[in-house]
């Protein structure tokens, strides 16, 4: 089921950051949120994953399906290791195995066993959307998730993303047109600008 916003807005203390927004995220592809810095991105993603309301508005197509979420900030368990972290919210049946695998894909199986505390933050970036690739939501919604990458990395990772979420909803928001242009393709209809 595809998910859509109509007419979404949302003001803090008088100030407008989403004004009448419409969109249609299609059911099991990766739909792009481009803004520049400071215009909603994530004010939306948090109206989506019912962490606020918005002032007015609708949205259809969420009707408690799960979700994962690659927030700004990792969120990450600081004194657990990454295979833990993502252990947290994967699907019942993963092994560790697939989890070093997918660990190993995006450059980082060698840091599997140690405390996230340990890891630098592009390391804790990666291991934050593994986290949620590997999940069993249905919609996964990413904030910015490629930000602090490293142009190399960044396009492993994306790569990865691409290639992973496996016909989930995906929401991503970024303000870098050159990143959503790429993960979009050859399908620019999958870029939403609000």
């Not at 660990?103 to 933050?121: F, K, N, T, Y």
């Not at 996964?140 to 790569?159: A, H, N, Q, Y």
Request: hydrophobic share 40%.
């Amino acid at each position: 089921m595809d998910i859509e916003i109509r007419n979404l807005s949302k003001s803090y203390n008088g100030k407008k950051v989403l004004d009448n927004v419409s969109c249609r995220f299609k059911e099991g592809s990766i739909t792009l949120v481009m803004a520049p810095s400071g215009q909603g991105k994530t004010t939306l993603l948090r109206i989506l994953m019912g962490l606020e309301e918005a002032d007015s508005g609708e949205i259809d197509g969420l009707d408690g399906r799960k979700m994962g979420a690659v927030f700004q900030e990792d969120r990450l368990c600081r004194n657990l290791s990454p295979v833990s972290n993502i252990r947290l919210v994967c699907r019942k049946n993963i092994t560790k195995t697939e989890i070093i695998e997918a660990m190993d894909a995006v450059g980082i199986a060698g840091c599997a066993s140690q405390p996230v505390r340990e890891l630098s933050g592009g390391m804790c970036r990666r291991v934050a959307i593994l986290r949620a690739l590997l999940s069993d939501s249905s919609i996964l919604l990413m904030d910015e998730p490629f930000k602090g990458l490293d142009r190399e990395t960044k396009l492993i990772v994306m790569d990865y993303t691409k290639s992973k979420y496996n016909g989930r909803t995906v929401i991503l928001v970024t303000h870098d047109e050159a990143e959503a242009l790429y993960m979009a393709g050859e399908d620019s209809g999958r870029i939403c600008r609000i």
